[in-house]
C-alpha cells in the first residue's frame, strides 16, 4: 500500500512511521523537519521503500503542487496530522492570518483533492488527526477550538456522504490528548481503519477520548 504522512516527524506521526514501516508499504513522508526526515528515512532504509518530502504546508499554491507530485503515486492512505496548539489569546493576536487559517486550509484542500481520487478508484483511506483539546474547555485560544470543531464535523458530514453513495472509502478522525501512549492508540486507529468499522469516524474515536484520557 502506498501510504502518505503529513507531520511525520510529530509524535504520534513517528508512530505511523514505525507501524507502517513494512515492506509491502511504500511511504512518501512529508515534514518541515528536514533534517528528522532524512534521519528517519534512515532508520527505516532497509525495512521499507520511502521517499521524504521538506515542505510546509501553508498555501494553496503549495499544497496543490505537492497534491500534483503526490497523486503520480496513487497513494491509497493520506494520514494529517498536522495539528499544533500554543496558548495565545483570541484578542492578542496581532497577525490578520492565524496558523489556524493555514491549517485548516491545508487540511481541507488536500483532504479534498485525495477524495476526489479516492472517489473515482472507489477505495482508500484519510485519516485526520485532531487535538483531544476540542475537549478542554480550559484552553483560552478560540481558533484552535474553531479549528478542531470544525474538522470534526467536516469528517461527519463527507461520512454521511460516503455512506450514502456506498463507497469504500474511510474518512476519519483521531482526536489526542494523553501523549504517553501514543503507540497504543496509533495501533488502535489503524485496526478500526482497517476492519472499515462504521464506528471509527466519531464513536471510536470518543471512545479512544474516554479510554485513553481519563480525567485524573
Known sequence: MKIV???????????????????????????????NLINIQNKYKNKVNMQIIASDIISESKIKELYIFIRKENPEFIINNLTFYNNDKFFDSDSKETHYEYQLNSLYLFSKLFLKDMIKNNKGYILN?????????????????????????????????????KLNICFSSLLLKNRKDLNTIAKYSLKKINSRSTDIKLKMLYNLYKIFNKEK
Open 5 to 35: 504522512i503529513i507531520g511525520a516527524c510529530s509524535k504520534i506521526g513517528m508512530e505511523y512511521v514505525k507501524l507502517l514501516s513494512k515492506k509491502e508499504n511504500d511511504l512518501i513522508l512529508i515534514d518541515n523537519d528536514k533534517e
Open 129 to 165: 488527526t485532531l487535538s483531544i483539546d476540542f475537549y478542554n474547555q480550559n484552553i483560552l485560544n478560540a481558533d484552535y477550538l474553531g479549528l478542531e470543531a470544525y474538522l470534526k464535523e467536516l469528517t461527519r458530514y463527507v461520512n454521511k456522504v460516503l455512506k450514502k453513495d
